[in-house]
């Protein structure tokens, strides 16, 4: 079973992924990935904002009056969850971690096991276990064993006082509480591949890069006609979508602003708050928009954010010293991107391997630590990896031909442009119908004549760090 649940979540990767695929070509090359998110690595609470870095801790900022924000101990954080009073982590190992206010689900979570998602309601929070079925703790104010009894979930989101499941086949079950405001129809709802939800609405994408929307709230479920996009989230009053370009659109209630941040790109997942809306940017900031964002939430300082994943798909951290296949797996990928050259790889993760990940990561728009964590290599095995930056070969200056007498050092130089080059030189002499391999290679050849090397002829092959290369003009070197 475990098996086969995790199969029907990546089929649901590919099938988003083919979507951002199909929307960006004819736009720009700055595409949200990966789309799917069943991991959070970013949740607001209400009162206080969290989000996890690549290091597995986790940053916070805002209220601590039930002790939210508690969680500077934390390690090995893949995933996170926030409500009013309270923060919880999954863990790598599956198992749960949480702060705050008791009720609302912290003491729920101590002997939760093989967890892949998690997510919080407003005083109830819900676990997403290997094998497609669902617990809950806190107080859902709904009927947590129908909850229990779901089967084959490969996503959860809750709301104010509902839970809902992403079944694997593309359809949506839902528990929730009746406040009498129409309740949640999501029984036509179809090929949908993320869910999300607010305080009294729920939000699903297709796989056509469409959404549904179901419950109560005007504006904010006024988003059918958004197309091409490759994620979704939900604050109490508002819908935010990420665009499979890169960018973020928006629906509020009437009573609030249209807040959203204008000119952001390069946006790789998204979180509604109240009256605000916070991005992840590609290169692992934060940054924030709308009139409700106050001084109480301070992120100016955050970096190396975790970026989100889908749930069965983590990659493990690479790092100097690290051997092993991976590393192979990882060298052969960055080789056809053109960050190695090298015709066989090998299975050391070096110095070496960590200017070349440095180098990937600068290009896609990385914290730049020379370590392969979740964040660079889910980009790297992405169909959005950008290749090695290169310019083409070229020669600026042509070696000349060169004279010295007997005994002096005669030198000819080429000069060019391009990506780490390298020079190898041939030379043959008067006597000699064959060329041969010089041991000189920098851009200078150099020899000291002879009559017999007088009239020695020279030329050299430059390489780029992508195998791209030009040859110069054939030089004499010879005695006056």
Not at 26 to 42: I, Q
Not at 241 to 266: C, H, M, P
Not at 356 to 363: S, T, Y
Not at 403 to 428: H, P, Q
Request: charged content about 15%; proline content about 1%.
């Amino acid at each position: 079973m475990k098996t086969k649940i995790l199969q029907s979540i990546l089929a649901l990767v590919f099938l988003v992924c083919l979507v951002s695929s199909t929307a960006c070509a004819d736009s720009s090359k700055n595409v949200a990935t990966p789309a799917y998110h069943t991991v959070k690595t970013m949740a607001f609470g209400g009162d206080h904002l969290v989000a996890i870095t690549t290091k597995g801790t986790v940053l916070a900022t805002g209220s601590n009056e039930y002790g939210q924000c508690n969680v500077g101990s934390w390690t090995d954080i893949v995933s996170i969850a926030a409500n009013n009073r309270a923060t919880f982590g999954l863990k790598a190992d599956g198992t749960v971690v949480g702060v705050g206010y008791d009720s609302v689900g912290v003491e729920d979570i101590a002997k939760w096991n093989d967890i892949v998602a998690i997510t919080c309601g407003v005083s109830h929070v819900v676990g997403l276990k290997s094998d497609g079925t669902v617990v809950i703790g806190g107080v859902p104010y709904h009927e947590a064993k129908e909850v229990l009894r779901w089967e084959n979930i490969v996503a959860i989101a809750a709301g104010q006082d509902s839970t809902f499941g992403l079944k694997a086949d593309g359809t949506v079950v839902c528990c929730a509480a009746d406040h009498g405001l129409g309740g949640y129809d999501v029984s036509g709802w179809k090929n949908i591949i993320a869910i999300a939800a607010g305080n009294y609405h729920a939000v699903g994408l297709q796989s056509d890069g469409t959404l549904v929307g179901a419950g109560y709230g005007g504006n904010r479920l006024r988003v059918t006609h958004w197309e091409n996009i490759a994620a979704i989230d939900c604050g109490n009053a508002c819908t935010v979508g990420l665009k499979a370009n890169g960018t973020v659109v928006v629906r509020a209630d009437e009573s609030q602003i249209n807040f959203y941040g204008n000119g952001w790109k390069n946006v790789v997942s998204v979180l509604g708050g109240d009256e605000f809306t916070v991005a992840l940017m590609a290169d692992g900031t934060v940054s924030v928009y709308g009139e409700g964002f106050t001084k109480q939430y301070n992120v100016k300082g955050w970096k190396n954010i975790a970026i989100p994943y889908a749930s069965g798909t983590a990659h493990k951290t690479l790092r100097e010293g690290s051997t092993g296949k991976n590393v192979t797996k990882m060298k052969e990928r960055m080789r056809e991107l053109g960050y190695f050259t090298a015709g066989s790889m090998s299975d050391k993760y070096n110095t070496t391997t960590i200017e070349r990940v440095k180098q990937f990561q600068k290009a896609n728009g990385l914290a730049q630590t020379g370590i392969a964590d979740h964040a660079t290599l889910a980009v790297l095995y992405s169909n959005n990896a950008k290749a090695k930056p290169t310019t083409a070969v070229k020669i600026t200056q042509q070696p000349a031909n060169a004279t010295a007498n007997i005994g002096e050092v005669v030198n000819t130089t080429v000069t060019a442009t391009g990506a780490d080059l390298t020079y190898t030189w041939y030379i043959r002499n008067p006597a000699s119908a064959n060329w041969g391999k010089s041991s000189v290679t920098g851009k200078t050849y150099s020899c000291r004549l002879t009559e017999a090397y007088s009239g020695r002829q020279a030329y050299c092959i430059v390489t780029d760090a992508n195998g791209n290369c030009i040859v110069t003009n054939t030089v004499t070197l010879s005695i006056p």
